[in-house]
T-cell receptor
Framework: AQSVSQHNHHVILSEAASLELGCNYS??????LFWYVQYPGQHLQLLLK??????LVKGIKGFEAEFIKSKFSFNLRKPSVQWSDTAEYFC???????????FGTGTRLKVLA | GAGVSQSPSNKVTEKGKDVELRCDPI?????LYWYRQRLGQGLEFLIY????????KSGLPSDRFSAERTGESVSTLTIQRTQQEDSAVYLC?????????????FGPGTRLTVL
């Protein structure tokens, strides 16, 4: 079955620490990849997405993600986190030509001030 | 510029009762998705609408679940004879068209609790 794995369920960091959240998917073939974020009390919103081209994608608020096809991974990174990055982060994958997005289970990030 | 809205925000019901959840997508968004999020789990795809047509209902967990959409507007998700395992947050999302890669805009969700 198609799946998306986010290995870190809970992450706690101090401000200014570097962040990397893992995302692996199980599809073969061409995929499009997304990271969504849900801040406390807010809706899910798009952080960044990858369709094609440069595998290093930059998103909002200083986030970036790298698509490594050989590893079926799309890890999210930020060099220096802030308290305001406290949120839940979801990775999502969709096979090209389809419309069914598959989401990971999410990673809860808590940044300590 | 209203976003996706959902109602009610919270619903508590007794086992065996029917519930109806509503989603108002962003105006002009032809694609609409329903997801279910159980505690500690990811978003589970339920159904996708392109306009008022639902080409894929494969995610609906059982025949107790149904959904409809009026044109390119409001959608309702109905759960009949609710069970405790139906307790979850039900999320609706809309996008400009049901093509790969269009950003989905999510509503705030409806938290359903079945006692």
């Amino acid at each position: 079955a198609q799946s998306v794995s986010q290995h870190n369920h809970h992450v706690i960091l101090s401000e200014a620490a570097s962040l990397e959240l893992g995302c692996n998917y199980s599809y073969g073939g061409t995929v499009n990849l997304f990271w969504y974020v849900q801040y406390p009390g807010q809706h899910l919103q798009l952080l960044l997405k990858y369709f094609s081209g440069d595998p290093l994608v930059k998103g909002i608020k200083g986030f970036e993600a790298e698509f490594i096809k050989s590893k079926f991974s799309f890890n999210l990174r930020k060099p220096s986190v802030q308290w305001s990055d406290t949120a839940e982060y979801f990775c999502a994958v969709i096979r090209t030509g389809t419309y069914k997005y598959i989401f990971g289970t999410g990673t809860r990030l808590k940044v300590l001030a | 510029g209203a976003g996706v809205s959902q109602s009610p925000s919270n619903k508590v019901t007794e086992k065996g009762k029917d519930v109806e959840l509503r989603c108002d997508p962003i105006s002009g968004h032809t694609a609409l998705y329903w997801y279910r999020q159980r505690l500690g789990q990811g978003l589970e795809f339920l159904i996708y609408f392109q306009g008022n047509s639902a080409p894929d209902k494969s995610g609906l967990p059982s025949d107790r679940f149904s959904a409809e959409r009026t044109g390119e507007s409001v959608s309702t998700l109905t759960i009949q004879r609710t069970q405790q395992e139906d307790s979850a947050v039900y999320l609706c999302a809309s996008s400009l068209a049901g093509q790969v890669g269009n950003e989905q805009f999510f509503g705030p969700g409806t938290r359903l609790t079945v006692l």
